[in-house]
């Protein structure tokens, strides 16, 4: 794994099975069966990211920016120190897929803004990243709904 990657996804393989002396709750099953098939989606965002000539972390960022933001709100999407972004942010800018513009009350504030070029990257990221997982895929249009459903009020609950 490359050290780009290890620090999005961890020095972690693959969540292991719970362990078999334990019983889980049925809360718990969920959790680690949604957690394994997140983590087998690990190798598809890495090679998303490669193909458009891009780190892990400025995938992430790209797709974040769906509109002006401040550097300091990407920095916590991404879950990172600002002194992170300003790296992340200046290899995009230099690829020319973002520009950074002073926010208008307060210039001391830099805003992230997509390019021309960065809008379209954008847009293909996303759409392949919103491409479900093959074991989302597999289900019913029934039991998607159902997953989706559930999943949205477990979201609108918190």
């Excluded at 790296?87 to 973002?98: A, N, P, S, T």
């Excluded at 491409?131 to 609950?157: C, G, H, K, T, V």
């Amino acid at each position: 794994m490359s050290t780009t990657s290890s620090k999005i996804f961890g020095d972690m393989a693959a969540p292991p099975a719970p362990a078999p002396a334990r019983r889980a709750t049925v809360a718990g099953e969920a959790w680690e069966l949604m957690s394994r098939i997140l983590f087998a989606q690990r190798g598809r965002i890495i090679g998303i990211a490669a193909e458009m000539d891009l780190h892990p972390q400025q995938l992430f960022a790209l797709k974040h920016l769906d509109g002006p933001l401040p550097m300091g709100a990407l920095a916590d999407h991404l879950h990172c120190d600002s002194s992170n972004v300003t790296g992340i942010v200046d290899r995009l800018e230099k690829r020319g897929l973002v520009e950074r513009r002073s926010a208008e009350r307060d210039r001391r504030v830099k805003l992230l803004v997509l390019t021309d070029a960065g809008e379209r990257i954008r847009a293909e990221l996303v759409a392949r990243m919103s491409e479900p997982a093959p074991e989302i895929a597999a289900l019913s249009s029934a039991d998607q709904r159902a997953l989706r459903d559930i999943l949205r009020r477990a979201f609108d609950s918190a």
